[in-house]
Each structure stands twice: as C-alpha cells, then as structure tokens.
C-alpha cells in the first residue's frame, strides 16, 4: 500500500493519497486545498487516480476538488447526506470571512459498509456522524488503519458546534463504529497527529468519561 499524508491549507487539514502498489491505482481522500502540491504527491507516486473520497462537506476538506476533478477526470464520492452541505460551501466559507471557488458536484453515493476496491485495496466505509452529515470513516482491514475523518482525533474529537453537529451522536458513532475496531488499528485523522485506537481509548479524555471506555 501506498499512503501519503499532506497537511494542507490554513485549517491544517489531513489530505491522503492511498493507492495499491501492484496496479498503480489510488484515490484521494479529503483534498482540502493546495491542489498543485496534491497533484506533485500524486505524480511522485507514481498513482493514477480513479476516485475522490471525502469523509465529509466543511470547507477544510473539500477545498481542492474541483481542480484535482479536472486533472484526473475522476468521480467525486461521499455519504448522501453529505450533498446539501457540500452545496452550502460558499455559505461556509463566508461565514469564516473566507470565499470558496468553483463548488464540487457529488458523481456517487457511498452507503455505510460500502466496500471501495482501490486495487487490491479494500476501504470499508463507517457512517460515522455528529461532527457534520453524512461523515464517513474509512476503514483498511487488511493494513490495519482507519481514517478517522473529523470524527475521532490523537486527546481530541470533532467540533459539534457547527450546522448538523451533535455531541450525542458523535459520541455513538465513536463508540459503535471506531472504538469497536482492534486497539493496534491506526488512527489517521483530518486534522493533527496520527494515534491508534488503543492510545485514544485509554488516554482520550471526551471519551473516557462519557462510558465509552
């Protein structure tokens, strides 16, 4: 497996590059912004991108789609209640004093324990909501890693308080779908540092207090 990490944008956002070695194939997931450096990590990889995945809609994450759309010609993925947010990115954006360009359409639905063939590569998707609609995490099995989205982070978890947030919701989708997975699973998330399962729910504290640990 191929995975490259980039931290993009002034929000410091987690875009990945993952592809299969053996077939060359690869998607991205969550290109937030700096689509130039994006697409330099790609070429040096050597990939050719056959999918965009997105964990879900906020601006931070959804930055660079359009661009990287046009370069590969690929299809833009996500959980079906992620379109209207995606729709609103503008909106967001100006919200945060901020302009957002060209707004991304959605090609495809990923529904919850969708599997997604990349090669050889299989990205079981977790519906994972709370932090935004629609929130996905995507999980390889066979690599033992989880990308965690906004959902989970190394001593933290995603913001609630932004349109479509809630901390309840959260909570259960952390403790149902991420917390259920091995302790050694790698946790590479959004935004901050990688960690695991384990590490977060021995030492996280929104979670060792609410009965999930």
Do not use: W
Request: charged letters at 20%; a negative charge.
């Amino acid at each position: 497996m191929i995975l490259e990490m980039l931290t993009v944008g002034p929000f410091q956002e987690n875009c990945y590059v993952i592809g299969d070695e053996d077939s060359g194939v690869g998607v991205v997931v969550d290109p937030g912004d700096e689509a130039a450096r994006i697409s330099l990590a790609v070429e040096q990889t050597g990939l050719e991108i056959e999918k965009i995945l997105l964990t879900h809609a906020h601006i931070d994450h959804i930055g660079a789609v359009a661009t990287l759309v046009q370069e590969y010609s690929c299809p833009v993925l996500a959980h079906h209640e992620t379109g209207p947010m995606l729709q609103q990115a503008p909106t967001q954006a100006m919200m945060m004093g901020m302009r957002f360009g060209r707004v991304p359409n959605l090609d495809g639905h990923i529904e919850d324990e969708e599997v997604i063939e990349v090669g050889a590569l299989r990205l079981k998707s977790l519906y994972t909501p709370g932090h935004a609609p629609g929130h996905l995490a995507f999980y390889i099995e066979d690599e033992g890693l989880v990308l965690s989205g906004d959902a989970l982070f190394s001593g933290s978890v995603g913001r609630v308080d932004l349109p479509g947030g809630s901390m309840e919701v959260l909570m259960r989708s952390i403790g149902e779908r991420l917390l259920t997975l091995p302790d050694e699973t790698r946790v590479y998330s959004g935004h901050g540092p990688r960690t695991t399962i384990g590490e977060e729910r021995a030492h996280n504290p929104f979670l060792m207090g609410g009965g999930l640990v």
